[in-house]
Every structure is written in structure tokens, then in C-alpha cells.
């Protein structure tokens, strides 16, 4: 997720300008292979979430399911995001956000919480559509 990526695209349906994600329009993130596009690609979980410094992603995840693939969590960790859980991977955040949260940590009292709340505003500030925590 680059600095300039765009999370929500807005389409007109006939009455009015509805946002969708990059998900809602068929964006797949593929995983481990890096030149070429892997012929089994395994879905992940349907409710994926990437915690960037832009916001909260809702992305498609597909992991590599060739004969030669990494385990979930270390494709994940070539693209530099760190999962929230092992078990079931449907939460990552950014090693980006990561460090900034590091930061924050050592210089101001910010609470979790409230970081997590500044970055559903920064997702979406209307409120309306706002990610479940």
C-alpha cells in the first residue's frame, strides 16, 4: 500500500455516488511470487484488513499454493506486512504503521484505542461504513 493508494473508488449508480473498495471492485493482492503470476493461488480470508498509514484496507488476499510455497505468514512478511494472529490470518498491519506506532509510543501517551480510532477516521470520516473493530 503505497502513500498515494487510494482505498475507496467512487461509482455512480444511477441516483448517486456509492463507494466501494478496491476489494468491491476486484483487486487481488497476490502472494510470494514476485515476477510471475502463480498458477494455484490459495484465497485467504474473505474479511481481510490491512492497518496502513493511510487508513484501514479491505483487500482479497491470495497466497501462493505451488509445490514451492512459504508458509501464510512469511508471504506476508516478504510484503512487509506482520500478522495480527497465526491462526486463522485475516488482520496485518504495515511494518510502516508498525514503526510509527513505535514512535508515537516513545514520544506521547496515545492509547491504543485511540490510534485505532484515528485511523478508522482517516479510512473513513463520515462515519458512515466505518471498519468493525
Given at each position: 500500500?503505497?502513500?498515494?493508494?487510494?482505498?475507496?473508488?467512487?461509482?455512480?449508480?444511477?441516483?448517486?455516488?456509492k463507494?466501494?473498495?478496491?476489494?468491491?471492485?476486484?483487486l487481488?493482492?497476490?502472494?510470494?511470487?514476485?515476477?510471475?503470476?502463480?498458477?494455484?493461488?490459495?484465497?485467504?480470508?474473505?474479511?481481510?484488513?490491512?492497518?496502513?498509514?493511510?487508513?484501514?484496507?479491505?483487500?482479497?488476499?491470495?497466497?501462493?499454493?505451488?509445490?514451492?510455497?512459504?508458509?501464510?505468514?512469511?508471504?506476508?512478511?516478504?510484503h512487509?506486512?506482520?500478522?495480527?494472529?497465526?491462526?486463522?490470518?485475516?488482520?496485518?498491519?504495515?511494518?510502516?504503521?508498525?514503526?510509527?506506532?513505535?514512535?508515537?509510543?516513545?514520544?506521547?501517551?496515545?492509547?491504543?484505542?485511540?490510534?485505532?480510532?484515528?485511523?478508522?477516521?482517516?479510512?473513513?470520516?463520515?462515519?458512515?461504513?466505518?471498519?468493525?473493530?
Amino acid at each position: 500500500m503505497g502513500e498515494g493508494a487510494k482505498q475507496f473508488v467512487q461509482l455512480w449508480n444511477g441516483k448517486y455516488f456509492k463507494w466501494l473498495t478496491l476489494k468491491d471492485i476486484g483487486l487481488h493482492v497476490k502472494l510470494n511470487h514476485t515476477s510471475m503470476q502463480c498458477q494455484l493461488p490459495v484465497p485467504g480470508h474473505q474479511e481481510f484488513k490491512i492497518l496502513h498509514g493511510n487508513g484501514i484496507h479491505h483487500i482479497t488476499v491470495d497466497y501462493c499454493g505451488c509445490e514451492c510455497q512459504l508458509p501464510k505468514h512469511v508471504q506476508l512478511l516478504c510484503h512487509l506486512l506482520f500478522l495480527a494472529s497465526q491462526c486463522i490470518p485475516q488482520t496485518a498491519a504495515s511494518f510502516q504503521l508498525l514503526e510509527f506506532l513505535h514512535l508515537l509510543s516513545l514520544c506521547t501517551k496515545l492509547s491504543m484505542y485511540d490510534f485505532y480510532r484515528t485511523l478508522e477516521k482517516l479510512t473513513m470520516n463520515t462515519r458512515i461504513g466505518i471498519p468493525k473493530s
